[in-house]
């Protein structure tokens, strides 16, 4: 073997040697039973947090007796099996708050994201129609602080907006939830830029409808990515933003129509085709309707061997 090569490679074995010992020195280094666990503590309920020992101890020089038993009981899980650690109790001096006051350090309720993460994940809302919120888009993108949402705007709870049954684009008018900023001032109004939160139903599966006849189409993308259309063209008071409100309303009909209501407010012969004709456009029968759904009855409407026709 060369010598030089020989020389070489048993240097490099040395200096991984030193270097994997070196790195368990480091791990057998850590004194947990001075500094707590090594591993970090992390709650998910009512959203996500992380707390580390060592960077209270090993980094700051607390001692633990300055958190347990009288703050904290020296047992993993029992803070949060209480049912009392929340937001609400650090703000009265409790648990983390009994330090975290703003003056020995940090108020519980400024720099957040030293204890929170935020969801990597989007929150999605399927009622009344489908909505997609990042908080990546809020903090990261737009430097917002948690706190100029939770828990003046939000509460810090997955699904309290929708539970709570005010969760309406009635309520944003007002300038409530997402309203509070989107008011056309602070960001762009609620009633406006739809398509930035408000995703379309997934044509090209269309919206049918079988009452008063068999059967009515519509298609969503033909009206806004082929026409240019805006959401709040039709669902500014015209059409309420719920599959089948229209459909179930008492005054859906041609006659409604044709007074300029509901499809008629476009479809009035000078904007659009009038409502009273063109009517193969969106009527399509029976056929069509058993086409669509894979139905191949023929008991309803024309057709009906017993209907007569």
């Not at 480091?26 to 709650?43: L, N, R």
């Not at 929340?86 to 703000?91: D, E, G, H, R």
């Not at 919206?207 to 006849?213: D, Q, T």
Request: hydrophobic share 35%.
């Amino acid at each position: 073997m060369n010598k030089n090569f020989a020389m070489a490679l048993g240097a490099s074995i040395l200096t991984g040697s030193f270097l994997l010992v070196s790195q368990a020195t480091a791990t057998e280094d850590y004194d947990a039973k001075a500094f707590g666990p090594e591993s970090p503590i992390v709650w998910d309920t009512p959203t996500k947090v992380t707390f580390t020992h060592s960077t209270h101890t090993e980094d700051l020089g607390l001692e633990c007796s300055e958190c347990h038993d009288d703050i904290f009981a020296m047992q993993r899980g029992v803070a949060e099996r209480t049912g009392k650690l929340t937001m609400a109790s650090l703000a009265e001096g409790q648990f983390c708050g009994a330090c975290h006051d703003g003056d020995t350090a940090f108020a519980s309720d400024t720099n957040c994201s030293a204890c929170h993460v935020a969801p990597a994940a989007e929150i999605t809302w399927d009622d009344p129609t489908l909505v997609v919120f990042g908080h990546n888009m809020h903090v990261e993108d737009l430097g917002l602080e948690c706190s100029e949402c939770h828990d003046s705007i939000f509460t810090m709870k997955s699904g309290a907006a929708t539970d709570s049954g005010t969760f309406t684009m009635a309520a944003f008018a007002e300038g409530k939830y997402c309203g509070a900023c989107h008011d056309g001032d602070a960001a762009f109004s609620a009633n406006s830029d739809c398509g930035t939160c408000h995703t379309l139903p997934n044509d090209p599966e269309p919206m049918l409808w079988s009452k008063p006849v068999k059967a009515v189409v519509f298609y969503h993308n033909t009206h806004v990515e082929e026409y240019g259309l805006d959401c709040e063209s039709c669902h500014d008071g015209t059409f309420a933003m719920k599959k089948g409100a229209a459909e179930h309303a008492d005054d859906f009909t041609m006659e409604a129509l044709y007074a300029g209501k509901y499809c008629g407010k476009c479809h009035d012969g000078d904007t659009a085709f009038a409502s009273n004709t063109l009517c193969n456009s969106c009527h399509i029968g029976v056929k069509g309707y058993n086409r669509m759904t894979g139905e191949t009855s023929h008991a309803d409407g024309h057709g009906d061997e017993h209907s007569g026709h």
